[in-house]
């Protein structure tokens, strides 16, 4: 149905000029684009974190599992826990983007209510019999501890400790102790929860066949936050905002600096005086000309813009970066303006739905760059260019949901959920995708190269190992990422151990100089492959940007080993996998970014180039 709809406005935009071509498909690419807002608008579940006095207030049994693995969680009732007395609520939620985090919320049974103090109470007990002790046993021994949530807040707290104290080097001690009570601290400002703490209590030895009787407490305090800065507390600015973090912004910025002037001493002195060098060989005579030594980039300007091989394959991926380089600064943007980081899943949630809307994008660059390099089956190209990211995620995510599942974990994500994220793509992302590749084809998918082609590939001369593409790639993505490591260091720590991100300003100054970082390398890179009379510079220009993916991958396995205590299949097997998503797409992105710079610059030298 799809491909059918699109042939046909694939034919009618062919049959109007420019401006009704583009503003038929615009008015269509809006329309679908109009229902995806829609939708994301009607799926939000939105609170006002308003309460009465005496309104229920929900203390939220969220995940449990071992400190140094933050990943490994498993349901807050996986271990003998007991609910208590109150069996119904009046509201419960989970987005999509907490369902794919592995959030698990659970209600407590803890009967709480705004402004109401609640005494010392025991709302529940447990038989500690064998299974149950081992159990426990266990997760104080791996260092378990659990996550709860009152009004979107998070409090955490341990399950229990050993010996004398929660000490590593006390694990052979016989004496495990676990704590049984619950003191909830409540702060609120007029109707508004602003600040929440737990405190356990209540150190009771562990011993099989013992009766565990489970208390709590809620002390509600007035409090000066107010509710626009009540999340303040669990962010770190002595970590985040440290010097190190400003001089290494100062210093990739000197490091633009100086490619940019590398850059225009190229294109101002070098390729000056090439043209020079270029003309007098013009003003020579056919005889001067084959007893001179020609050399240079002007001897494959017959090839320069001869395709590369494999188009389908490489145009798919120019039009995914596109698409992942406008998802990474509109989610940025979003972030900065209204401090998503703040609730449960709202980032994750808003980059689905902000690569739902953008697969114009990728159909639009894809699809022009695959008729330019004369591609003939785009309908084809448009498959794979939309299937490539989410194909390439879900296969990863599969592997670390067997995984998850084999250890039952909260990870492990929902059938439905499953559905949902299938549903997205088959219904949004590949209409937008079609719609884009049409817009592309039409609009800015004619060849126009300034060199015409030699029917004849111009065969490679011999060269030295570091001159050939391989070799040029690798280095091409040293300086990129020199300009972003230390920020690499900030956002590995927020995701894998318990920090929140929140200086997305420095991260959209990390981005606008990884993005100049990336273009200025390649179009050197691309000036010394061409000068080394080697016209393969396509695949070149992408892979010399996308090796930063390779360093970044390569740090990941120097912070697991020397930043992490991380242990066990489980957390070894997501680190990896996700570590190698987060790489791929920064390679996407870079290469993009590579290729985009080199193409422009190649065009640009050939164009201002006399040729007879």
Same mark, same amino acid.
């Not at 069996?87 to 803890?110: A, M, Y």
């Not at 998503?340 to 994008?361: D, K, M, Q, W």
């Not at 974990?409 to 088959?426: G, K």
């Given at each position: 149905?799809?491909?059918?709809?699109?042939?046909?406005?694939?034919?009618?935009?062919?049959? %109007?000029?420019?401006?009704?071509?583009?503003?038929?498909?615009?008015?269509?690419?809006?329309?679908?684009?109009?229902?995806?807002?829609?939708?994301?608008?009607?799926?939000?579940?939105?609170?006002?974190?308003?309460?009465?006095?005496?309104?229920?207030?929900?203390?939220?049994?969220?995940?449990?599992?071992?400190?140094?693995?933050?990943?490994?969680?498993?349901? #807050?009732?996986?271990?003998?826990?007991?609910?208590?007395?109150?069996?119904?609520?009046?509201?419960?939620?989970?987005?999509?983007?907490?369902?794919?985090?592995?959030?698990?919320?659970?209600?407590?049974?803890?009967?709480?209510?705004?402004?109401?103090?609640?005494?010392?109470?025991?709302?529940?007990?447990?038989?500690?019999?064998?299974? $149950?002790?081992?159990?426990?046993?266990?997760?104080? &021994?791996?260092?378990?501890?659990?996550?709860? #949530?009152?009004?979107?807040?998070?409090?955490?707290?341990?399950?229990? !400790?050993?010996?004398?104290?929660?000490?590593?080097?006390?694990? @052979?001690?016989?004496?495990? *102790?676990?704590?049984?009570? +619950? %003191?909830?601290?409540?702060?609120?400002?007029?109707?508004?929860?602003?600040?929440? $703490?737990?405190?356990?209590?209540?150190?009771?030895?562990?011993?099989?066949?013992?009766?565990?009787?489970?208390?709590?407490?809620?002390?509600?305090?007035?409090?000066?936050?107010?509710?626009?800065?009540?999340?303040?507390?669990?962010?770190?600015?002595?970590?985040?905002?440290?010097?190190?973090?400003?001089?290494?912004?100062?210093?990739?910025?000197?490091?633009?600096?100086?490619?940019?002037?590398?850059?225009?001493?190229? /294109?101002?002195?070098?390729?000056? @005086?090439?043209?020079?060098?270029?003309?007098?060989?013009?003003?020579?005579?056919?005889?001067?000309? !084959?007893?001179?030594?020609?050399?240079?980039? +002007?001897?494959?300007?017959?090839?320069?813009?001869?395709?590369?091989?494999?188009?389908?394959?490489?145009?798919?991926?120019?039009?995914?970066?596109?698409?992942?380089?406008?998802?990474?600064?509109?989610?940025?943007?979003?972030?900065?303006?209204?401090?998503?980081?703040?609730?449960?899943?709202?980032?994750?949630?808003?980059?689905?739905?902000?690569?739902?809307?953008?697969?114009?994008?990728?159909?639009?660059?894809?699809?022009?760059?695959?008729?330019?390099?004369?591609?003939?089956?785009?309908?084809?190209?448009?498959? /794979?260019?939309?299937?490539?990211?989410?194909?390439? =995620?879900?296969?990863?995510?599969?592997? =670390?949901?067997?995984?998850?599942? *084999? #250890?039952?974990?909260?990870?492990?994500?929902?059938?439905?959920?499953?559905?949902?994220?299938?549903?997205?793509?088959?219904?949004?992302?590949?209409?937008?995708?079609?719609?884009?590749?049409?817009?592309?084809?039409?609009?800015?998918? @004619?060849?126009?190269?300034?060199? &015409?082609?030699?029917?004849?590939?111009?065969?490679?001369?011999?060269? +030295?190992?570091?001159?050939?593409?391989?070799?040029?790639?690798?280095?091409?993505?040293?300086?990129?990422?020199?300009?972003?490591?230390?920020?690499?260091?900030?956002?590995?720590?927020?995701?894998?151990?318990? %920090?929140?991100?929140?200086?997305?300003?420095?991260?959209?100054?990390?981005?606008?100089?990884?993005?100049?970082?990336?273009?200025?390398?390649?179009?050197?890179?691309?000036?010394? /492959?061409?000068?080394?009379?080697? *016209?393969?510079?396509?695949?070149?220009?992408?892979?010399?940007?996308?090796?930063?993916?390779?360093?970044?991958?390569?740090?990941?396995?120097?912070?697991?080993?020397?930043?992490?205590?991380?242990?066990?299949?489980?957390?070894?097997?997501?680190?990896?996998?996700?570590?190698?998503?987060?790489?791929?797409?920064?390679?996407?992105?870079?290469?993009?970014?590579?290729?985009?710079?080199?193409?422009?610059?190649?065009?640009?030298?050939?164009?201002?180039?006399?040729?007879?």
């Amino acid at each position: 149905f799809f491909v059918d709809l699109f042939l046909f406005l694939d034919c009618e935009l062919n049959n %109007k000029n420019k401006n009704e071509r583009m503003t038929s498909a615009l008015l269509f690419g809006l329309g679908v684009l109009f229902l995806v807002c829609t939708q994301h608008t009607t799926l939000a579940d939105e609170h006002d974190h308003k309460y009465e006095q005496g309104e229920e207030v929900v203390l939220w049994m969220n995940t449990v599992g071992p400190y140094h693995n933050r990943q490994e969680t498993y349901s #807050y009732f996986t271990l003998p826990f007991c609910k208590g007395p109150k069996k119904s609520i009046s509201h419960r939620h989970e987005t999509l983007g907490e369902n794919l985090q592995g959030v698990s919320l659970v209600f407590s049974g803890l009967d709480m209510k705004f402004g109401v103090d609640v005494p010392q109470t025991e709302f529940c007990t447990v038989e500690l019999n064998h299974k $149950n002790f081992k159990a426990f046993s266990y997760a104080i &021994r791996k260092h378990y501890w659990y996550q709860m #949530y009152i009004d979107d807040l998070p409090m955490w707290a341990l399950v229990g !400790d050993f010996g004398a104290g929660h000490n590593d080097q006390e694990k @052979k001690s016989d004496k495990m *102790y676990i704590w049984t009570h +619950k %003191k909830i601290d409540i702060g609120y400002n007029h109707n508004r929860i602003v600040d929440v $703490n737990v405190t356990v209590g209540h150190r009771v030895e562990l011993k099989a066949g013992i009766t565990l009787h489970f208390t709590y407490e809620v002390d509600f305090k007035p409090s000066k936050i107010t509710f626009g800065n009540r999340f303040d507390k669990y962010l770190d600015p002595h970590f985040f905002q440290h010097r190190i973090h400003w001089f290494s912004i100062f210093n990739s910025f000197m490091m633009v600096i100086f490619l940019v002037g590398l850059v225009a001493m190229i /294109l101002i002195r070098t390729l000056k @005086k090439d043209y020079i060098r270029y003309s007098k060989e013009n003003d020579l005579d056919d005889l001067e000309r !084959d007893l001179g030594d020609e050399y240079g980039w +002007k001897q494959v300007h017959g090839d320069v813009f001869r395709p590369p091989p494999n188009v389908m394959m490489f145009s798919s991926l120019i039009g995914s970066g596109y698409q992942l380089s406008l998802v990474s600064l509109c989610v940025i943007l979003f972030v900065i303006m209204g401090d998503l980081y703040t609730e449960r899943g709202s980032v994750l949630t808003t980059s689905i739905f902000v690569y739902a809307a953008t697969s114009p994008a990728n159909g639009y660059f894809g699809g022009s760059l695959y008729a330019k390099l004369e591609g003939t089956q785009w309908i084809k190209q448009t498959f /794979l260019g939309s299937a490539l990211i989410p194909a390439t =995620v879900s296969g990863m995510v599969l592997l =670390v949901n067997m995984v998850a599942m *084999y #250890y039952n974990a909260s990870r492990a994500i929902p059938f439905t959920t499953m559905l949902v994220v299938i549903a997205i793509w088959l219904f949004v992302v590949l209409p937008l995708t079609l719609v884009g590749a049409v817009l592309g084809r039409n609009l800015s998918g @004619k060849q126009d190269t300034p060199c &015409r082609i030699k029917p004849i590939a111009r065969p490679l001369p011999e060269k +030295k190992w570091f001159m050939q593409p391989w070799a040029i790639s690798l280095l091409g993505g040293l300086l990129p990422f020199g300009s972003i490591f230390i920020e690499i260091y900030f956002v590995f720590t927020s995701f894998w151990a318990y %920090k929140i991100y929140y200086v997305y300003g420095f991260m959209l100054l990390v981005f606008v100089i990884l993005t100049i970082v990336s273009v200025c390398v390649t179009m050197v890179c691309t000036y010394f /492959l061409l000068n080394a009379e080697d *016209y393969r510079w396509h695949w070149t220009s992408f892979f010399a940007g996308a090796s930063v993916s390779l360093y970044v991958y390569a740090y990941s396995f120097y912070y697991y080993f020397f930043k992490t205590k991380m242990t066990g299949m489980f957390q070894t097997t997501f680190y990896f996998s996700y570590s190698a998503l987060f790489a791929l797409a920064l390679g996407i992105m870079c290469g993009t970014f590579g290729f985009a710079g080199s193409n422009m610059f190649v065009y640009r030298i050939y164009k201002n180039l006399k040729l007879d």
